[in-house]
């Protein structure tokens, strides 16, 4: 039992929704006291809880079902059910064709026919061919539906439901989203002795209700805090946690990917996701019978085709391939421009890469590019696989650039996005030479991934694109991978499920 002083000092911190409710104490649960005052339920459990962390009452969560309105009963509750409009309609006319009585009922075609059927189950039409005749009786149309009833008692507790309004809750569930049962945990509480001893002193509580809650310049202006008394604050108490709005973590995760190219020097390139054959394929020496070009690797946009780039560029990349330049050899095959304008969701961001380099001249460089942007693959999906992700992509035009610059690039940029584990093999890109690939260390599946390839651009990339042969570094890496590596996320698919709870627990990238 709390003595007088203790007592006091509770009653003293007590807030406002917490005298508001404490008179009803007596009911059990807090949707009593929420029905029968008419208080907000989110309020009535907020002072519950308070009051809990003051050893006033003790919660417990009981289970239960409760009947809700879904997406469409909303609707129906309020300009009435599709069976209603309809036999409203054939009252009318007592006979009536299909056609017609759809039209003047103002039903979709899924409606009419959910109204057809629950008026003949409900004996109330009969249909001969394409006409509907009405057989109710004027009680039969008077009489309200048991759904229209059951409609109009929601919410409901479910463990309370009469015969009836199961048989209307069982139509009604039949249908598209009109009412749906849901599980929620009802808020009930048991008063310990303190909060007994608490409802016994409400004429306390009622005397100090003028204590001052909060400072504000008029009651010091005006003296009107002399001989009052200021609530006390329990600064230990739980309160909900509260959850500010801000940007998805992979926003975040691109937006200091940025900050890191820019802060190396780098200038961003943006372009379309949709492009022509000829900038993702074709500008980086990418054959036209290439299996990259299939229809199970490269999502095309049927029977749509782009245009193409100012005719000199076009005629030194057929060059290229047909007969080769700057002594390459080519493909030595005929090249097309209609293979070439097939429009096609990017499959890589290299694309923009020759873009850019297409309008660069003498005078432009030494300069750096980069670029973060979704790509698109006719993947399979699986952890490490997504028909759709984000890439990061770079180039350094510089006639004094060699393999040594494009791995120290490479190594800042994954140390600063927090990677350390990372080797370099050699490979083979059909643009790049040399070409390498980097992995980063899986330490959970303990197995190196592929984050992307990188290398120099073949003189057959350059010549036509630039006019001449030059150093330029280039890369294209799975951004997606280099936060799963941050975020320990274990399979790709976890990036974008949106589970609100995990995506408040995500931390920004600390450097």
Not at 244 to 253: A, E, I, Y
Not at 257 to 282: C, H, N
Not at 324 to 349: D, F, M, P
Request: no cysteine.
């Amino acid at each position: 039992m709390a003595g007088k002083e203790d007592l006091s000092n509770i009653i003293q911190s007590l807030s406002p929704i917490e005298r508001e409710i404490i008179p009803f104490l007596t009911l059990k649960t807090a949707g009593d006291i929420a029905r029968q005052q008419n208080i907000d339920p989110t309020k009535v459990k907020r002072a519950l809880e308070f009051l809990s962390n003051k050893s006033i009452l003790t919660i417990k969560l009981i289970p239960q079902k409760t009947v809700v309105f879904g997406s469409n009963g909303f609707n129906y509750k309020k300009n009435g059910l599709p069976e209603r409009k309809l036999l409203d309609i054939v009252s009318k006319h007592k006979k009536i064709s299909l056609e017609n009585a759809k039209g003047l009922a103002g039903l979709n075609d899924q409606e009419f026919s959910i109204a057809l059927g629950m008026l003949k189950r409900k004996l109330l039409i009969n249909l001969e061919k394409d006409t509907i005749i009405l057989k109710a009786s004027e009680n039969d149309i008077s009489k309200r539906f048991v759904e229209e009833d059951f409609l109009n008692s929601i919410p409901l507790d479910f463990s309370k439901l009469t015969p009836e309004q199961k048989f209307a809750l069982d139509n009604l569930l039949r249908r598209r989203d009109i009412v749906k049962v849901e599980d929620f945990n009802e808020v009930s509480f048991e008063l310990t002795d303190l909060g007994k001893n608490l409802m016994k002193n409400q004429d306390k509580i009622k005397k100090s209700s003028d204590m001052i809650e909060a400072l504000t310049p008029e009651i010091l202006q005006s003296g009107k805090w002399k001989g009052k008394q200021f609530r006390k604050y329990d600064l230990q108490t739980n309160v909900p946690s509260i959850n500010g709005g801000r940007k998805h973590f992979v926003n975040q995760s691109i937006e200091y990917a940025k900050k890191i190219w820019t802060d190396l020097g780098f200038k961003e390139m943006q372009g379309p996701m949709l492009d022509s054959s000829f900038w993702i394929f074709d500008s980086l020496f990418t054959p036209q019978d290439h299996p990259a070009r299939e229809m199970q690797d490269t999502f095309f946009i049927k029977g749509m085709s782009m245009d193409l780039p100012d005719k000199k560029i076009v005629s030194k990349v057929r060059e290229a391939h047909e007969k080769g330049i700057v002594g390459s050899k080519g493909w030595n095959y005929s090249w097309t421009e209609k293979e070439a304008q097939k429009a096609v969701l990017r499959t890589h961001t290299t694309g923009l890469s020759a873009r850019t380099l297409a309008t660069l001249k003498e005078k432009d460089i030494p300069v750096k590019y980069f670029a973060i942007g979704k790509v698109f693959r006719n993947e399979t999906v699986d952890w490490s696989h997504a028909f759709e992700f984000y890439q990061t992509e770079g180039i350094v035009v510089d006639p004094n650039a060699n393999l040594r610059h494009l791995l120290g690039y490479l190594k800042e940029f994954y140390k600063k996005m927090g990677i350390e584990k990372i080797r370099f093999r050699p490979s083979y890109f059909a643009y790049t030479e040399p070409s390498v690939e980097i992995e980063a260390f899986h330490p959970e599946k303990k197995i190196w991934f592929e984050l992307g390839g990188a290398g120099i651009f073949r003189p057959e990339i350059t010549a036509p694109l630039f006019g001449k042969p030059i150093p330029v570094l280039a890369w294209g890496q799975g951004f997606d991978r280099i936060i799963m590596d941050f975020y320990k996320i274990k399979d790709l698919r976890e990036m974008y499920a949106n589970d609100l709870k995990d995506l408040r627990t995500k931390r920004f990238w600390i450097k």
